[in-house]
Structures are given as structure tokens and as C-alpha cells.
């Protein structure tokens, strides 16, 4: 089993949906929780970090991590053509390496 | 540019031959990352670097593979008797000390093994 489970999609939906990734982890020693975006042929991005449980909004963007349960998550509002890319979850224990979750392939149709 | 540069951007080698992969880090920087990333897959870690040391080595592969960084700046990572399981996005990324956010990948390398 790996360390972050992420359902590779793809996923697509109409341009303006309410977009909802996840993943989930066995690691309980992970403190950052982060989403990467990844253009094709581009390298990922950094969109959001969480350090521990809660919520943080950027824009159209909200990321969730629930510790308990080993879940977190990834909203995007008012979803746009622009936002068609692969989704990475990505986590961290201390300073060291990030482990990545396989990646979901997001397209917005307009 | 100010970002985290790769060469070169694609390779293509023979089965068999030693392909060197190169990161030029944002500077300043001072960890850096390789990671692999193969088709349809997540980004795989690979190597750290503290400096010119590095920590953890543990997701190296096999013997093949090997990396170094001298002057806390350019990495180089070597991959000796390619196969054609090597075939991979291979990515670097660096790091502002224990800044987090302060994260960027380079484009890859795209490795193709024939």
C-alpha cells in the first residue's frame, strides 16, 4: 500500500462546477499537507500548503487537511478552462522528502 | 531567469550507455531535490540535498544511480548502464533553508531509453 492514495482520474467537468480532490494517507508523522499543479510537460507548482489540520482558502482555492481521519482535500470554485492540469497531493515529515500521491487529471470543459 | 533550470530538456540513449542529468537551483537555494516522475505517475523521490551533503539517499534505485552537488549549487545526477526502465520525467526542485513555501521545480528532463 503507499504512503498517499490519490484516484488518478481523469476527471472532467463543466466549466463553473465546484471541483473536490482528494487524498488520503497512512503516515501520521506527515505535518505539511500540499497541493502541486502540473501543466503537461511543465514541472508541478506549488498551490497551496497546510501545515497540520484546518482550512486555508486562496482565492478560488481551499485546501482541508482532517488529520484524524488521514484526509485531505482540494476545492477549487468557480472552475475555469485554465484550471485543466493534473493535481498532485503531495506530504512531508519534518524537513525531508515530499511524498507525492500519483496525480488526478482535472479538465474543465467551457 | 530566476528559476530552477534543467539540461537537457530531452534525451534520448541507447540501452546500456551513462546519461548525466543536470540542476542549476534557484539561487540561494540551499536544499535540492530529484525526483522521478513516470507516465501516469506521481513524482517519485529520489535524492536530497543539505548543501553539498546528502541526507537521504534512499530513494535512489539501484547502484546505477548517483548524484552530487558541489559549491551548495549545481547538482549533476548520473544514471550509469541505462535501461529502458529508466524511461522517465526525471525533476529537480529547490528550497529556501526551512523557508516551505519557498519550493520550485525545474521543467524535467525527459529520459528516454531505447
Known amino acids: 500500500q503507499k504512503e498517499v492514495e490519490q484516484d488518478p482520474g481523469p476527471l472532467s467537468v463543466p466549466e463553473g462546477a465546484i471541483v473536490s480532490l482528494n487524498c488520503t494517507y497512512s503516515n501520521s508523522a506527515f505535518q505539511y499537507f500540499m497541493w502541486y499543479r502540473q501543466y503537461s510537460r511543465k514541472g508541478p507548482e506549488l498551490l497551496m500548503y497546510?501545515?497540520?489540520?484546518g482550512n486555508k482558502e486562496d482565492g478560488r482555492f481551499t485546501a482541508q487537511v482532517d488529520k484524524s481521519s488521514k484526509y485531505i482535500s482540494l476545492f477549487i470554485r468557480d472552475s475555469q478552462p485554465s484550471d485543466s492540469a493534473t493535481y498532485l497531493c503531495?506530504?512531508?515529515?519534518?524537513?525531508?522528502?515530499?511524498?507525492f500521491g500519483q496525480g488526478t487529471r482535472l479538465t474543465i470543459n467551457p | 531567469g530566476a528559476g530552477v533550470s534543467q539540461s537537457p530538456s530531452n534525451k534520448v540513449t541507447e540501452k546500456g550507455k551513462d546519461v548525466e542529468l543536470r540542476c542549476d537551483p534557484i539561487s540561494g537555494h540551499t536544499a535540492l531535490y530529484w525526483y522521478r516522475q513516470s507516465l501516469g505517475q506521481g513524482l517519485e523521490f529520489l535524492i536530497y540535498?543539505?548543501?553539498?551533503?546528502?541526507?537521504?539517499k534512499s530513494g535512489l534505485p539501484s547502484d546505477r544511480f548517483s548524484a552530487e552537488r558541489t559549491g551548495g549549487s549545481v547538482s549533476t545526477l548520473t544514471i550509469q548502464r541505462t535501461q529502458q526502465e529508466d524511461s522517465a520525467v526525471y525533476l529537480c526542485a529547490s528550497i529556501l533553508g526551512g523557508v516551505f513555501n519557498e519550493q520550485y521545480f525545474g521543467p524535467g528532463t525527459r529520459l528516454t531509453v531505447t
Open positions: 540535498f543539505q548543501g553539498n551533503s546528502a541526507p537521504d
Open positions: 503531495a506530504m512531508m515529515e519534518g524537513a525531508q522528502k515530499l511524498v
Open positions: 497546510t501545515y497540520s489540520s
